[in-house]
């Protein structure tokens, strides 16, 4: 039965009602607020809050993560037998461990590096300086215990049972890097205390121990004997730009142009736009899967890369023609949600929230440091946080995150990876792409535009004429 024109009214009324009342994380349809008109039968219901981001809540969603993560990472050392808190430190004990999270959120493991690192965005945007008190906690935390579990190490010989070992004993860039990485741009921006020491530790692993192919591309002795992952871009490359950026030093720039060329050469589909998750070197043939997280990694590490790199560099332009290449596959993927799916290319996989957010942030970023046209990407931007900030929830949670992945064979995999508000690689990246759209809401180049139910982002001085439409 076709509905009356005032059920249909009565329908878009009760849209409009949704997407104004409550919070974002409200079920939809949604109706665009910013259409004045309820008696309009041309405006859309979608499945996102699709409106003009307002900064102000952008700024809460951030801080709703930022108090989830404090709240959830405690900065102590226990008994693993009892529990009991241990507060005497002259002599270690074989059971002293750090307090596990309710999420089990380490807080030395890669992604809590992404985590520092939006932090740090955030409140460089915003100038809100209790973005990075977490950051400042957790340094200080390793600054004063490092020595202890080191002690401990040497008495007791607990290799990976020691809750220090990534730090004492770092054996793969997932180890060392990004949060490497973390710990020189805190220090850069003096958040808590000079880390100098365990900065050499780890920038000397990322610089000279993780394995590689013989062209010095990084690589892993995983799945297959030498084996590449698009998410090694990220877990070696910001840490060598950093590297280069505090030492000054140009060999730390040319091997993360390097690498992220040569990783490129052998893992980025110029067909499709996007990247493969990883390549095998005793099967260079294999059939190729492309995991949207490995693509946001690329992203991510090219657009950290490019932010550091002297744009003299002889690897600045060639760098920024691959990122510009990546983010124009990428935003061609995107779904009719904002978001994009597990199997980037692949429309029957879930949409998935860690790599959506790395996307948002990436374009949002490339838009605001002028690499990418506002024009043409502005509205992708806006509606890939669209999609994420429903994905927030009241507690500060980010759901529909793929848990930890390895590079596999088979589609079947992928396809099934559960999701979970425990899986940290949602919370960096989200807290990066928040942040990055608040830089863009605000940014002077250009206007947003409202027009015929949609946005357009127009260049300060430009000219559109919707004579017709008036």
């Given at each position: 039965?076709?509905?009356?024109?005032?059920?249909?009214?009565?329908?878009?009324?009760?849209?409009?009602?949704?997407?104004?009342?409550?919070?974002?994380?409200?079920?939809?349809?949604?109706?665009?607020?910013?259409?004045?008109?309820?008696?309009?039968?041309?405006?859309?219901?979608?499945?996102i809050?699709?409106?003009?981001?307002?900064?102000?809540?952008?700024?809460?969603?951030?801080?709703?993560?930022?108090?989830?993560?404090?709240?959830?990472?405690?900065?102590?050392?226990?008994?693993?037998?009892?529990?009991?808190?241990?507060?005497?430190?002259?002599?270690?004990?074989?059971?002293?461990?750090?307090?596990?999270?309710?999420?089990?959120?380490?807080?030395?493991?890669?992604?809590?590096?992404?985590?520092?690192?939006?932090?740090?965005?955030?409140?460089?945007?915003?100038?809100?300086?209790?973005?990075?008190?977490?950051?400042?906690?957790?340094?200080?935390?390793?600054?004063?215990?490092?020595?202890?579990f080191?002690?401990?190490?040497?008495?007791?010989?607990l290799?990976?049972?020691?809750?220090?070992?990534?730090?004492i004993?770092?054996?793969?860039?997932?180890?060392?890097?990004?949060?490497?990485a973390?710990?020189?741009?805190a220090?850069?921006?003096?958040?808590?205390?000079?880390?100098?020491?365990q900065?050499?530790?780890?920038?000397?692993?990322?610089?000279?121990?993780?394995?590689g192919?013989?062209?010095?591309?990084?690589?892993?002795?995983?799945?297959?004997?030498?084996?590449l992952?698009?998410?090694?871009?990220?877990?070696?490359?910001?840490a060598?730009?950093?590297?280069?950026?505090?030492?000054?030093?140009?060999?730390?720039?040319?091997?993360?142009?390097?690498?992220?060329?040569?990783?490129?050469?052998?893992?980025?589909?110029?067909?499709?736009?996007?990247y493969?998750?990883?390549?095998?070197?005793?099967h260079?043939?294999?059939?190729r899967?492309?995991?949207?997280?490995?693509?946001?990694?690329?992203?991510?590490?090219?657009?950290?890369?490019?932010?550091?790199?002297?744009?003299?560099?002889?690897g600045?332009?060639?760098?920024?023609?691959q990122?510009?290449?990546?983010?124009?596959?990428?935003?061609e993927?995107?779904?009719?949600?904002g978001?994009?799916?597990?199997?980037?290319?692949?429309?029957?996989?879930y949409?998935?929230s860690?790599?959506?957010?790395m996307?948002?942030?990436?374009?949002?970023?490339?838009?605001?440091?002028?690499?990418?046209?506002?024009?043409?990407y502005?509205?992708?931007?806006?509606?890939?946080?669209?999609?994420?900030?429903?994905?927030?929830?009241?507690?500060?949670q980010?759901?529909?995150?793929?848990?930890?992945?390895?590079?596999?064979?088979?589609?079947?995999?992928?396809?099934?990876?559960?999701?979970?508000?425990?899986?940290?690689?949602?919370?960096?990246?989200?807290?990066?792409?928040?942040?990055?759209m608040?830089?863009?809401?605000?940014?002077?180049?250009?206007?947003i535009?409202?027009?015929?139910?949609?946005?357009?982002y127009?260049?300060?001085?430009?000219?559109?004429?919707?004579?017709?439409?008036?």
């Open positions: 039965m076709t509905p009356t024109p005032s059920k249909l009214l009565a329908a878009l009324a009760c849209l409009t009602v949704l997407a104004v009342a409550g919070p974002a994380r409200a079920e939809g349809p949604y109706r665009n607020p910013d259409n004045k008109n309820a008696q309009d039968l041309g405006e859309g219901s979608y499945p809050p699709y409106k003009k981001p307002d900064a102000a809540e952008i700024g809460a969603a951030l801080h709703r993560i930022r108090a989830y993560l404090d709240a959830a990472t405690p900065s102590r050392v226990v008994r693993k037998d009892n529990g009991a808190e241990i507060t005497d430190f002259s002599t270690p004990v074989a059971e002293a461990i750090v307090q596990a999270s309710d999420g089990d959120f380490g807080l030395q493991v890669y992604e809590m590096g992404v985590v520092h690192a939006g932090l740090m965005r955030a409140a460089e945007v915003t100038g809100e300086r209790r973005f990075t008190d977490m950051t400042a906690r957790h340094l200080a935390f390793f600054a004063d215990r490092l020595p202890y080191r002690a401990q190490e040497r008495k007791f010989k290799g990976r049972a020691n809750s220090f070992s990534r730090f004993d770092p054996r793969s860039l997932d180890d060392a890097g990004a949060m490497c973390a710990m020189m741009r220090r850069a921006a003096g958040i808590g205390p000079d880390l100098s020491a900065i050499a530790v780890c920038g000397q692993w990322v610089a000279a121990g993780q394995y192919l013989a062209d010095g591309t990084m690589a892993r002795k995983r799945p297959q004997a030498s084996s992952w698009a998410d090694d871009m990220y877990m070696g490359v910001p060598l730009a950093e590297l280069g950026r505090m030492s000054g030093k140009s060999a730390y720039f040319d091997d993360a142009v390097k690498n992220v060329l040569q990783m490129s050469a052998y893992m980025f589909d110029k067909q499709k736009g996007i493969t998750h990883g390549w095998n070197a005793n260079p043939d294999a059939p899967f492309y995991w949207a997280r490995a693509n946001g990694w690329a992203v991510l590490s090219m657009s950290d890369l490019l932010d550091v790199l002297p744009k003299t560099h002889p600045y332009a060639p760098v920024l023609a990122l510009r290449a990546t983010l124009r596959g990428v935003a993927l995107q779904s009719g949600a978001l994009w799916h597990q199997m980037v290319d692949r429309n029957d996989s949409l998935e860690s790599a959506s957010a996307f948002t942030y990436g374009l949002a970023h490339a838009i605001n440091q002028g690499w990418i046209s506002p024009v043409t502005g509205a992708i931007a806006q509606a890939g946080w669209a999609g994420l900030s429903a994905r927030i929830n009241a507690k500060g980010v759901e529909g995150t793929c848990v930890g992945t390895t590079l596999a064979g088979d589609q079947t995999y992928y396809y099934h990876r559960p999701t979970s508000v425990h899986a940290l690689h949602g919370y960096g990246p989200t807290l990066l792409a928040g942040a990055e608040i830089k863009l809401l605000k940014n002077p180049a250009f206007d535009e409202y027009k015929v139910r949609t946005y357009h127009v260049p300060k001085g430009g000219s559109t004429d919707y004579r017709e439409h008036h």
